[in-house]
Every structure is written in C-alpha cells, then in structure tokens.
C-alpha cells in the first residue's frame, strides 16, 4: 500500500518518501510506549487520508539507512495501516541536537508519560553543558520542575509499577521518589496505610447490572496532602546530606554550623522515626531573632526531626542553666528553691549551690558508671534468663502467661469472651492473640476500615456478618445510582 502525498506539503519541500524497512527507531527516544486508543485513531485517519504529516529522520552514515527522529507514533500508526513508504524530511543532527528536538516534541504529547519525560531528561544530563538549569530554560519550564521529574527515577521498582498502571499520582510519586528506598516500601504497604486506603462499598461496581452484589473491599490512594502529613510523622529528617533543592535554607544553615541538635515541635515521635535524643518543645527554645525570639550566647543551631515543619533549621537554646534569655524564670525559680534550702541547712546560697552541684556530679557519674557495668553483663544476665525462660512453664496461669498478659491492652474485650485465658500454653496464645484484635478496633475511629481488614486475616467474612447482624435500614439504604447506558 503506497502512501499519499499530503497535500499540506509544499512543492519543492526537502523531503523524501523513504521505505519503512529503511528507518530504524531512535535509541535516543525516551518515549516507549506507543499504543492506545489515540494510536488506532491515527491509524483510522491514515487509511483514510494518508499522513499528513512527514517524519523527521537522519541519515546513518549514508548507507541507505535512516534513524527515525520524530515521529514515532506515526510510524507505528503506518506499520500497523501497511503502509510501505513514508514521506520524510531529512536532516543532519548529532545526538545532542536529536535528544533536544525530542525532548521539546515529546513534551507536547499529551500522552507522555511522567517517567518516559524523567528519562528523557536524564538523558539530557548526560550531554555536556547541560544541567537542570539549561533544561529547564530550554523547555520552558521550571529549575524544581525538572529536578522532581528527574528524581522519579529514584523510585523503587514496586513503587513505579504503581504509577505506570496509574494506582498513584504524580504528587504521589513525587513524594515518594524523596524517600529511601526502604521509606518507600514502607510508605506504599497496605498496612501502614501512608499511600492507600481501604474503604467498604455497598455493592460491587463491577458486578453485572442485572445482579445484585455483596458489598466488597475498595483500596484506593488517598491524597498527597496525607502522604505528606505521614512523611512528616514517619521519616525522619536526614541532616548529613540535605537535599539542597527542597531544603536549600536548611542546607546553607547546616553547613555552617558549629553544633546541630535534633528538636521537634510534636510531643510525640512514631518509633520508627525514633533515633537517638530528640528534643521535645519543653527543652529548646527558639533563639534566632525571628517569631519574637531573642538571639543568645548559647544558642546552637536546631533541625527538626520529624513532625511539622520537619526539614526546617534555625537557631534554638537549650542552655536551662545558664541562659537568662530564654531560660530567665527557670533560673530564677530554681534560685529561690536553693535559696530556701540553704536557709533551712544554716549554710550560705553558695555553698547550697555547691553541694546541689557536687550531688548532682555524682549522681551522674554513679549512674554512668552503672550503665556501663551493665553493658558489660548483658550478655551474662540475657543468658540467664533465658535458662531460667527456657524451663519455666508455659501455661496460661504460669509466670510467663503473667509478663505477656502484663504488656497486652484488654481493651473492647466483649463480656461474654469466646476465647478464655485456658491452661494451656495454645490456650494463652489464642487468648493473646484475641486480646490483641479486641484492642485494634476497641474504638469506633475508622473501624470500618480497620475491622474488615483485620477479620479478613482471619478468614472472617466481616461483610456478611455486617449485614446479618446490622442489616441497614429501610429508610437509611442508599439508592444504587444508575449506570451509563442502562435502561430506564
């Protein structure tokens, strides 16, 4: 089948009609995927009136072969019409010029894909005199764009093969491609629930019109705005090697600081982000002169950890013994107890002080000293107790039944408990691991996620419980809405 000429083509136009089996893909070409339904639409306007269009090509060395340069969804297009010729404009570029034109050609494809642009933007970096910068100004776009396009392709395999079969978003994928490798599996698991989400529907959209369905369990993404808020919750802060494009204050701060501290306006840290001392609100105070703070001499420089506002550096003070600045009444509260104490001793407030202080070293000093002696018999006492562990009873009315029941919540156990504590040592794992359940969904805070889930676990069909013991009403049923195409 030969190929009309389009007619939009001037006469005397550089171009030529050049076989199909003379022109190869581009290696150079980031996008790699062609097909879809706008692919079979092309495909149908070629049949009909031909291309309309010329590829753009480059001769590869004069040996009557041609690398195919734009184009690429045309070409399929005509492959899959049978095409034998396409008409062609040729052109001679080095890689540096092709990468360009289709770096610029592909961004204005509506179906490019935000990896297949990340990719071809790495690609870009790699040809000297090119860095974020010039990209971004070359397309338009900007220096942050490209860089969190180009950060994609840190995303783990599992974590891209969400975004490629469209479970994620590009906000999601973005956030994600900032973390660790092991934060993003943590992230996108079902069970930490900081991607997706289970909710319960009432009927199965998939299930034919003319049947009823059982209600099923939907997962779905929840938004980059809770992604984020977990982020701040569960990961902690990194201040070795700060990312100077989402954290270019902070990197310029910490670089310059003398003594850096880990703080955090929460008062509560997940264990997982949990590393080391961190600095709760009560212990620092700000000190930079910003927010009505006071500059000191004891300021130290302050990252916060985890929480809100995780990444941010500034100036803190945690001197509570000498910083009249921040810590003024403290001191000054804390003088009046010394005060009050010498007077009650019959000795002057400097030598209180003095003896406060003496005690105070050698308190620490035995404790420290304790620490250590302990660190070099943990191994000793670890092994002795676990030769006593070793024959100890493993009954549910035993010692050891004693210190598991002691760390377990017996919280929503129902009055009528169908898994008693027992004699044996399988009874009191059932009843822990019962325990353990009733704990889980205790409270009504989402338990309508969290409970099907759980009795799935088990094997429980929570859904049709659901309906046979809390039936919904008459009254309060929802009307199934209508789907597209069905009759009325």
Known sequence: MKTAVAASIQPGADFRSIPLDQIDRSPLNPRRTVTGDQLEELAASIREKG????????????AGRYELVCGHRRFAAAQMVGLEELPAIVRELDDQAVLEIQVVENLQRAD??????????RRLLLVKGYDVARIAEKIGRSVKYVYDRVKLLELTKEAKKLFLDGKISAGHATLLARLSPKDQARAIDLEESAVFTREALLWNPEAPEDEESEPVEHVKPRSVRELQGWIDQHVRFQPKDPDTMLFPETAATLADAKKVIPITHASYIADE?????????RSWKRADGLNNSKPCEHAVIGYVAVGPGRGDAFAVCIAREKCMVHWGAEIRAKQKRTVAKAGKAGVTVKDQVAHEQA???EQDRRKHELQERYMKARPAILAAIGAKISTMSAESTGPLAKILLGVVSDRGVPKSNPVPLGRTAEDLVRHLVFLHACDNVAYDWNIDERLPAMAKSFGVDAAKILNEAAPVQTSAKAKRPAKKGRKK
Do not use: D, I, M
């Not at 291309?51 to 004069?62: A, D």
């Open 51 to 62: 291309l309309l269009q010329p590829v753009l090509v480059r001769s590869l060395n004069g």
């Open 359 to 361: 005690k105070r070293a």
């Open 112 to 121: 490019l894909h935000p990896l297949e642009e990340a990719e071809s933007y």
């Open 273 to 281: 982000a949990r590393e080391g001392r961190t600095y709760f609100p």
